[in-house]
């Protein structure tokens, strides 16, 4: 396949005045595979196409790309900043050695997946030229625009939120406009300021009876150097307590909990509360995951919901249209070229979610193609993967050639 020049153009001057959102993605060490190269691509075209600068999208909001950057990893730049990123080089907020709580500062640098890399991720909140960020992981993709956070948190008025996990968050935050000329967001003290899901699979069960992590691969968040600067105070002090988490307070322990995972829910929930939504996963966030402490067999569900209802959704079952966005982590990777051909709700789901993949790809590659045309030299189920996989498996994928 030819080498194809991918970088997202976003200077239509009919856009100039539109709102410019921040999508960041974190990068704490550099292995140019097809997870950051293809990964980091395709993320940032979905992003173009529900932006304003696709006028089929219906968007009123522009977008700019960054990559917050671990300083170890920076020989990734160059191909990060080839496809479109601005890269933001920097260091952990808060070196473990500073840390004054004995039980973090031993015990973070083995938590969750990256330790306290993770915490680069906070970085975002310095992202102050932009009235909002979505902070996302490189296996995510966005599929249609997110104006209905932006609209409800830069207006005040969240009564029209539609895809909230609890409907009292609708209105917690009812009246709480403020200046969106004020660039410094160091202001927004009662101001509805995150947007995230959270990862019940990670839970015991009930939210009522146990704080429960955030799922770190979403946060939509309004940049403060003033809260970034908390977060450092925060994760110097290291109040998180054996068995009892940040504070003493439940947020924690579980996965990533003593990082980006447990902070997140800690400042919202108990330092800020009423400030933060969580969002319905089966439209933002999609990872075509269980809902019930049980197996699901023959599509029939069973046990307890994981969230503490006594009824809910299965976003297995969630018609792809109304997914906003979608994070790849038990369908695995879409790089990965697995056909998900058995006939189970998590399969028929991933099935759904790979293919939009495979299309946004196709689309990076050849702008306005056609559904379902062709256009790699795959052979393996060209009509799905559109001829970006020779067969099933990680070494039967074709990867992104750049110029």
Sequence with gaps: MPSKDITNSNTDSNTMNAPTIAYAVSLTSCEETPSLIDGAAVLAHSVHLSSIQNPKSGSKYDYKMYAIVHKSAKSCQPILEKIGYTVKLVDVPVPVEDIQGDFLRENVPQNGCCGEMEFIKL?????????????????????????????????????????VMWPKERTANANTKVDTNDNTNDNASGSLNAFFTRDYNMSSGAKKKKPVGVQGGFLVLRPSQQVFEEFQDIIRKGDFQRGKGWGGLGFGPFYGSMTFQGIIPYFYDALHPGTAVELDRCVYNQMADNPRMKKTV?????????????????CRERDIGDVATAHFTLCQKPWHCLPHGQDMLQHRMCKKLFKEWYRIRADLEQPNVADNVVIGEGTFQPEHFRGFCKFSGQRGYIPIQLQ
């Design 123 to 163: 970085w975002a909140y310095t992202l102050l030229d932009h009235p909002f960020v979505v902070h996302l992981d490189l296996d995510t993709m966005i599929l249609k625009p997110m104006d209905e956070l932006f609209d409800a948190a830069l207006s005040g008025d969240t009564s029209q939120l539609d895809s």
């Design 298 to 314: 023959n599509d029939v569900v069973s046990g307890d919901c994981r969230d503490g209802r006594d009824d809910c959704e299965d």
